[in-house]
């Protein structure tokens, strides 16, 4: 049904992620446009990931790589745009 389209997010085999990761995917979802860094910054130290991994780079060898997909219904095109749109942001 169309009210329950929305966002998932995946791990990098594809899989669901671990429940322990919906309190950082709402934390993202809920973010203001000049939080999500420290948002990012704060996942990050919490899981112990490398923030080095998300600094500006200049080196053309690094391209970070979002895999985006929709469903077939009508909401989908639209909610791809603001998805893509948020990824350029970052």
């Not at 009210?3 to 899989?15: A, F, L, T, Y």
């Not at 990050?44 to 080196?59: A, H, L, R, T, V």
């Amino acid at each position: 049904p169309e009210h329950d389209n929305g966002v998932k997010i995946v791990d990098p085999d594809g899989g669901m992620l671990d429940r322990s990761w919906e309190a950082f995917a709402e934390a993202l979802a809920n973010s203001k446009p000049n939080q999500i860094y420290s948002v990012i910054a704060d996942i990050c130290d919490k899981e112990g990931i490398n923030k080095k991994m998300f600094q500006y780079s200049n080196d053309k060898n690094r391209i970070p790589t979002v895999l985006l997909a929709r469903d077939t219904r009508q909401s989908g095109e639209h909610l791809m745009n603001l998805a893509m749109k948020g990824v350029k942001v970052l």
